[in-house]
Each structure stands twice: as C-alpha cells, then as structure tokens.
C-alpha cells in the first residue's frame, strides 16, 4: 500500500503540471493515495503560460525559534497556571490577547486560547495540554507560530466528543486556529486528536520543522487555504486525510508544498489532498 516518493513524484508529473524540480527532493513520503482536483488554475500574481504557479512563502516571524527578553512564561499544573505576564487566568483556561512571546511548561488540564489582532508568538517548552475541546484555540490573531523547544516533547490532546452551543460547530480540532498558523523549532510535537481534526487552521497552515506526529479520528494536517512544509519529521495515523488543503471557493488557494523533510502517513483516504495544485521539490 505505501508509496515511495518516487512513485509520488511519477504520479505527479503526469497529473500536475505545476510538480516542479521535483527530482531534487529530500522527501521520504509513505503514501497509500494523492488527490488533486483542478489543477489548472488562473492568476495574475505568478503564472507561467496562463496556469498559477503558487509558492512557497515564509516570514521572518515564520522562522523564528528565539525568545525575546519581553517573553512571559507560563507555568500549568493541573487547571492552574502561574504567569509572570498579564494575561487572562481562570480555573482550566488561559486567554491571551497581547502580542509576543508565551513560553509555556507544565501539566495542564484546560484551555489555551488566543485572541488577539496582533501576532502571538507560543513557545512549548515541555508541555502536556488535555482538555475536552480544543485545547489551543487561536479565536483570532493577525499571525500565530508554536516553537517547539529542542529537547523537549510536548503533547496535546482531546475528548472523543465535544459539547457545542446551539448553532455553533467549532473549534473541532485538537490544534484549532482561524489565523495563519506556522509550526518550527527542533523539539517535538505529539498531537491526540480523538474527536476529529489534529492540526487545524482555517487560513493557511506552515510547518518549518521539527518532529511532529498526528494520530487523529479526523483529517490529521489541514489547512484550509494553504499547507506548506518546509523541513521537519512527520508521522501520521488516521482514518481520513493526511495531508489536506481543500478550499474549492478561491482558485489560487487550496495547494500543498513539500519542500523538504521527512514524512510518513498511515490513512484511510487520501494521504495527500490538495483542491488545486500539489507541489514537491
């Protein structure tokens, strides 16, 4: 069942045209299947013969691991937390709304949201989260990036049923973010994901690096406009997809690069879904 990424690279050479330089990847990706739909796709931004190109961007707060002298260190145990910043704290949950650096450390039961209209920059530093629903919860933020502190492992996961308001159907993912979401630095990431989705994010969704690994009732990595991986270790295990970008409203969104790292995926569907164009170098 499991794919080379040569096999992958074949595959995409002859259902996408935009697969460019695909012969210098790194990339070692297991794969049991790759969808992609509408492939060709119209812009005035980057075209080469009249089809939309997308590519690979990143910021400098995309790639950056350090920790300002400013930074306000969050320390959990249980549902409490100890800060030495201003923020939000209540029993189970912590809300943060300013811009900056939060590194966070310690066992906790409870919720970590951000909403904020400037970039919030969360460190995990040694960290295990468990709540009911969502247990990061980025409400809003002009940018979000999670380091993850070499040498560390930190863990995130979820019930098996969340509990909605009338009307509402969201967060639904373990990591659930309506902001651009990057994911970097050399530690490690476990994500549990028992009601649906493991890594979320309704804009665009980057990961730099670091050794992450997904095993979710859901899609494992989703995001909705965009998913750009950079470098990194990626193990994943689900019932759905993998890898996914599905938004079909906008034809210059919805595409998937791999640039580097290495990635293995155990799936149900599609280990690679992109709505518009799949990209490996």
């Known amino acids: 069942k499991l794919l080379s990424v040569v096999i992958a690279l074949l595959m995409l050479t002859s259902c996408a045209t935009n697969a460019t330089n695909a012969t210098t990847t790194e990339s070692d990706i297991a794969a049991e299947n790759i969808s992609v739909t509408n492939t060709e796709t119209e812009s005035t931004d980057s075209e080469t013969d009249g089809e939309y190109y997308p590519e690979a961007k990143y910021s400098d707060f995309d790639l950056n691991t350090s920790v300002s002298d400013s930074a306000v260190y969050v320390t959990f145990s249980g549902s409490q937390a100890e800060t030495t910043g201003e923020l939000e704290v ?138 750009l991986i950079k470098d990194g270790e990626i193990t994943i295990t689900t019932g759905v997809d993998g890898l996914k970008s599905n938004n079909d409203s906008n034809e210059e969104k919805g595409y998937v690069i791999i640039e580097g790292g290495k990635i293995n995926i155990s799936v149900g569907d599609d280990a690679v879904h992109a709505e518009s164009s799949l990209i490996v170098y």
């Open 90 to 227: 209540g029993d189970g949950y912590i809300k943060i709304e300013n811009g900056g650096d939060y590194v966070l450390s310690g066992d906790y039961s409870g919720q970590i949201i951000v909403e904020s209209e400037e970039n919030v920059h969360l460190i995990l530093s040694g960290v295990t989260v468990y709540n009911p629903m969502s247990p990061i919860y980025v409400k809003s933020a002009k940018n979000v990036c999670i380091t993850l502190v070499t040498g560390t492992v930190n863990t995130i996961s979820d019930n098996s049923e969340y509990t909605y308001e009338d009307g509402e159907n969201e967060p639904a993912a373990a990591v659930y973010s309506k902001a651009d979401l990057t994911i970097n630095g050399d530690g490690e990431l476990i994500v549990n994901a028992n009601y649906d989705k493991g890594i979320h994010s309704k804009d665009d969704l980057k990961i730099i690096s670091g050794k992450i690994e997904v095993n979710s009732v859901g899609d494992a990595i989703k995001g909705k406009d965009c998913l």
